[in-house]
Structures are given as C-alpha cells and as structure tokens.
C-alpha cells in the first residue's frame, strides 16, 4: 500500500519556525511532483509549495521567501521547512504526491494532515 505520513505540526508563536516531515511507503517521491498544501478551518485547501521530480521548486506567494521545500531521497521525505510564521499561516498541512501524463491523472497520494497552529 501507498502511504503519505505528515508530521512536525504543533504550536509556535508567531516569528517562530517549525519544519514538517512527509515520509512515503511503497512508492517514491521521485516518480511525480509533491505538493504541500494547506486547508484553514472552513476554507479550501491550497498549493502552498511543489518540488518537481528533476527538484525544481515553486512557492505561493503568501510561502515565498518564508517556506522552503526539500527532499531526503535515501529517507523518501520530502520537508517544509516554516519560518517566520504568522497567525494566517495557521492550517491543517497535507503532503500530496502527484503524477499526469496525456493529460489524466494517473496517481494522486494524500497524507492524513497535521495540524499547525501560530498563536501566541
């Protein structure tokens, strides 16, 4: 079975840093493209960071300068990296690993989330 296990949310003051962990099983990151995105209680989730499978890197606007994607390929993690954090940053953070090829989807993996919260 294909699993996606997030970890590393919590509570932080705002300006504070946290880094969130998504570890894969029975597949590899390296095949498709790993999104971090993040859904605030009664809003839609949104793309927040991507690393591409040749590790290019793309970031929100609201990530940019502040938010930093990774990957360990011998652990098969990918990590966000969070500093700077502000009360809006506040969400639940789910890793997705997706691949589309002749315009379908062939695969779309989601973590079960974690909870970050920024509040002092």
């Known amino acids: 079975q294909v699993q996606l296990v997030e970890s590393g949310g919590g509570l932080v003051q705002p300006g504070g840093s946290l880094r969130l962990s998504c570890a894969a099983s029975?597949?590899?990151?390296?095949?498709?493209?790993v999104g971090w995105y993040r859904q605030p209680p009664g809003k839609q989730r949104d793309l927040v960071a991507t690393?591409?499978?040749?590790?290019?890197?793309d970031y929100a606007d609201s990530a940019k300068g502040r938010f930093t994607i990774s990957r360990d390929n011998a652990e098969n993690t990918v990590y966000l990296q969070m500093n700077s954090l502000k009360p809006e940053d506040t969400a639940v953070y789910y890793c997705?690993?997706?691949?589309?090829?002749?315009?379908?989807?062939?695969?779309?993996?989601w973590g079960q989330g974690t909870q970050v919260t920024v509040s002092s």
């Open positions: 997705n690993l997706k691949k589309t090829s002749w315009g379908r989807v062939r695969y779309d993996y």
């Open positions: 029975g597949i590899t990151f390296s095949v498709g493209s």
């Open positions: 690393l591409t499978s040749d590790g290019g890197t």
